[in-house]
């Protein structure tokens, strides 16, 4: 290990690596299952899959670069930039594979009868290759000229040097903090969250009112179906509060850090809020496990058929007042 790094960066190190072996495993389980359980391929599943896959590669790709960045290595200016860019388009990935999931779950009580009409395999396919490309322009956009070059270059030429600045890599050094306030938080993560906590409000007063009628009513079957739309919104729900937790603190901080350019941060709170935002991926999959009757089953059933080689079962076997409620 180089001498130069501290002890709080071999910690963070030590935690990062942590994370990286919970998420990675975790996130394939849960794409593992969908391909698996026929009950688990409707679109919002599907929007699951691509949150997963994008948590897969926080884990396998995002903490490594994070960890290079936190050693600061001297690269050209450009070579920084590329290894910084990756968390931004995950992040964006599973922003907009959140929205997806909420306004999916809107349409499913909001026109129950439609829904298999409107949201169709191929549509939802649609939907998560443009959330992708979305969020690849939103992610690249420091690579073409939304970054900070134009200063390193200043302080480069000023020591007389010449050709592309070779500099210690950091995050702030090459991302500019105007587009991470200004761009990425104002436009493509606090308005998503806001979006997505009214469409859940939403959901939750439609499913709470056919509830209300449909006791009314002594109706069996709408009764059991939107008790199964609550139980999933609730979960979904808890994955995006998750979400919100884990990366508003490090947008705080890159607020503080424009807005107050002399105000100090200490080397714990940014800790913290990286630790937050690589954490979430590794959240995702206990959620699903304890909270979506499906995925727990499944995940049992894998473990049981590939790991302890003790089948279980068929996957839709289970408690009869569990399968009531999911």
Known sequence: M???????????????????LVSVPGNVLVIWAVKVNQAL??????????????DVA?????????????????????????VACPVLILTQSSILALLAIAVDRYLRVKIPLRYKTVVTQRRAAVAIAGCWI????????PMFGWNNLSVVEQDWRANGSVGEPVIKCEFEKVISMEYMVYFN?????LPPLLLM????????????????????????????????????????????????LSWLPLHILNCITLFCPTC?????????????????????????????????VTFLKIWNDHFRCQPKPPIDEDLPEEKAED
């Open 2 to 20: 180089p001498p130069y790094i501290s002890a709080f960066q071999a910690a963070y190190i030590g935690i990062e690596v942590l994370i990286a």
């Open 264 to 296: 100090q941060k200490t080397s714990i709170l940014i800790y913290i809020a990286i630790f937050l935002t690589h954490g979430n991926s590794a959240m995702n999959p206990i959620v699903y496990a304890f909270r979506i009757h499906k995925f727990r």
């Open 41 to 54: 391929r409707d679109a919002t599943f599907c929007f699951i899959v691509s949150l997963a896959v994008a």
């Open 185 to 189: 938080f104002f436009v493509w993560v």
């Open 134 to 141: 979305l969020s690849l322009v939103v992610g690249l956009t």
């Open 58 to 82: 926080v884990g396998a790709l995002v903490i490594p670069l994070a960890i290079l960045i936190n050693i600061g290595p001297q690269t050209y200016f450009h070579t920084c930039l590329m």
């Open 197 to 244: 906590v009214l469409i859940y409000l939403e959901v939750f007063y439609l499913i709470r009112k056919q509830l209300n009628k449909k006791v009314s009513a002594s109706s069996g079957d709408p009764q059991k179906y939107y008790g199964k739309e609550l139980k999933i919104a609730k979960s979904l729900a808890l994955i995006l509060f998750l979400f919100a």
